[in-house]
Nanobody
Framework: QVQLVESGGGLVQAGGSLRLSCAASGRTFSRYAMGWFRQAAGKERELVAS????????NYGDSVKGRFTISRDNAKNTVYLQMNSLKPEDTAVYYCAAARSQLVFPTFEGDFGSWGQGTQVTVSS
């Protein structure tokens, strides 16, 4: 099992930027794909972005393409989400997640087996 702790959320004005971080511990971070999800009030959780263990493969949700960037530092056991040009509709709780299986790129939410506690991002208009 892996433990995930998110940080970096907060309140920002529309058009602004935030960087989320997720620190992982408990297993070999460098062998597992990672992802960021979000859940807005009254809505289902959705994939924001995912990254393979080597950073060679990236995937983004349509609503964030061109604005958000996922990255990771395997030496620091940390995955990041750089969020630029934020919009009020980006307001949500953001969750970090780790893939269930090593060296497998997750396709579905069920492919992620460990979750952080979430961090709130609020974008004001």
């Amino acid at each position: 099992q892996v433990q995930l702790v998110e940080s970096g959320g907060g309140l920002v004005q529309a058009g602004g930027s935030l960087r989320l971080s997720c620190a992982a511990s408990g297993r070999t971070f460098s062998r597992y794909a990672m992802g960021w999800f979000r859940q807005a009030a009254g809505k289902e959780r959705e994939l924001v972005a995912s990254i393979s263990w080597s950073s060679a493969r990236l995937n983004y949700g349509d609503s964030v393409k061109g604005r958000f960037t996922i990255s990771r530092d395997n030496a620091k056991n940390t995955v990041y989400l750089q969020m630029n040009s934020l919009k009020p509709e980006d307001t949500a709780v953001y969750y970090c997640a780790a893939a269930r299986s090593q060296l497998v790129f997750p396709t579905f939410e069920g492919d992620f087996g460990s979750w952080g506690q979430g961090t709130q991002v609020t974008v004001s208009s």
